[in-house]
């Protein structure tokens, strides 16, 4: 099993960057590959990026592509999420996710553990 938790996030103005960071507990972290999604006020849940297992491979959606980064630590249990040129269309809470297919899933449901979330706001 693994325990998810976020922290990084906050309140900044349009075009600030920000980290977000998601610390995983347990010997098997390596074994996941690990999403960020987030979920916007009365809006569904979406995809925003994911990271294989070994790190090789990522993927984002379109409307993060070239803003925002992921990236993993395998030996401090951890994946982060850096964010550049942030919009008010990128407010929401921002969670992390664990799949132990290890693929890189873009679905959440296809992920098994969840962080609870940090909350980030952008204001025009």
């Known amino acids: 099993q693994v325990q998810l938790v976020e922290s990084g996030g906050g309140l900044v103005q349009a075009g600030d960057s920000l980290r977000l960071s998601c610390t995983a507990s347990?010997?098997?972290?390596?074994?996941?590959?690990m999403g960020w999604f987030r979920r916007a006020p009365g809006k569904e849940r979406e995809f925003v990026a994911t990271i294989t297992r070994s790190g090789d491979n990522r993927y984002y959606a379109d409307s993060v592509k070239g803003r925002f980064t992921i990236s993993r630590d395998n030996v401090l249990n951890m994946v982060y999420l850096q964010m550049y040129s942030l919009k008010p269309e990128d407010t929401a809470v921002y969670y992390c996710?664990?799949?132990?297919?290890?693929?890189?899933?873009?679905?959440?449901?296809?992920?098994?553990?969840w962080g609870q979330g940090t909350q980030v706001t952008v204001s025009s």
């Open positions: 996710a664990a799949d132990r297919a290890g693929v890189g899933a873009q679905n959440p449901n296809d992920y098994d553990y």
């Open positions: 347990g010997r098997t972290f390596s074994r996941y590959a």
